[in-house]
């Protein structure tokens, strides 16, 4: 028992400072992952809020407007398809101008209507333009009301600007990462390069000698992992307490294992990675050049 004490202090002693500063830099690669999930389910909704109308000719009844919105329906394009018929259309005319459409004219001059929102897939101007083309070819069909396009392309412009802006900033960050987790992994196996060629000298392998600093180091990249995923787990479960009521309508938990399983692979790969660089930059030196 006082053996296995001393192996897991020994451990922990080695290796502290690199489960510290992986766990943090983790953290932040976590960060930046959520925002980007975040932005990507906003922005999924905004353009699925971008919403078409198909006003039909004065002589199509609501019946005939029904059948259009049931094969509306099957269009990859449509999303929450909703008939208007004539009378909700009137009725929705007079709450809007106050003005009685059926007494000033005698019958209901309005037409029926079928409104949908599209698919995140079709919020750009082209793809609005290629619906209104085959709406508008449809028999019974007078008008396509589009989304203004001045507006729908102001709108991917700046999802677009942001998504590339947080790519950035994420490339950075694992290139930043790499650097202070290969530097740490480093100044570790730099205080054992004495040992690395005393191992050499009795006639170890390359890879026996590699074995265990490499088997060390990413077990550091898995508990530095480990914590990072659970503290953003944490805040998760905290941040609708906290105000952020609506943050498990962006990040649902589906998504955040996503992002810890990858935060934790990560965490691994960059310690095996760094470890494995470091032993071989020792395993290549002589026994002067230890002392450089």
Request: aromatic residues 6%; hydrophobic residues 50%.
């Amino acid at each position: 028992m006082k053996h296995n004490k001393e192996v897991k202090i020994s451990y922990w002693a080695a290796h502290l400072t690199t489960v510290v500063s992986v766990t943090l830099v983790l953290l932040i690669i976590g960060l930046i992952a959520l925002i980007s999930v975040s932005a990507s389910t906003e922005t999924r909704r905004l353009r699925e809020r971008l919403e078409v109308s198909v006003v039909m000719a004065d002589s199509v009844s609501d019946a005939s407007a029904e059948q259009l919105a049931a094969a509306v329906k099957t269009k990859t394009f449509a999303h929450d398809v909703k008939v208007i018929s004539k009378d909700a259309a009137l009725k929705q005319w007079k709450n809007d101008t106050g003005e009685d459409l059926e007494a000033l004219f005698g019958v209901n001059p309005l037409s029926p209507e079928v409104s949908f929102s599209v698919t995140a897939d079709y919020g750009s101007e082209e793809a609005l333009k290629k619906i209104d083309k085959e709406l508008s070819s449809l028999p019974g069909v007078d008008t396509v009301v589009l989304p203004d396009s001045s507006m729908v392309e102001s709108m991917n412009s700046n999802i677009e600007k942001f998504t590339i802006i947080l790519g950035i900033i994420a490339i950075v960050m694992i290139v930043i990462s790499f650097v202070l987790i290969n530097n740490t992994v480093h100044l570790s196996i730099y205080a054992r390069r004495f040992t690395i060629h005393t191992m050499q000298l009795v006639g170890a392998t390359n890879s026996f000698i590699r074995a265990p600093y490499l088997g060390n180091n990413m077990l550091s990249g898995l508990i530095a992992g480990l914590i990072a995923a659970g503290v953003l787990g944490v805040a998760l479960l905290l941040a609708p307490r906290s105000g952020f009521s609506e943050i498990n309508d962006y990040v649902g938990w589906g998504l955040y294992g996503i992002v810890a399983g990858g935060i934790i692979l990560i965490g691994i790969l960059l310690c095996g990675l760094a470890a494995l660089i470091a032993t071989n930059r020792y395993l290549r030196k002589d026994y002067d050049g230890l002392f450089r």
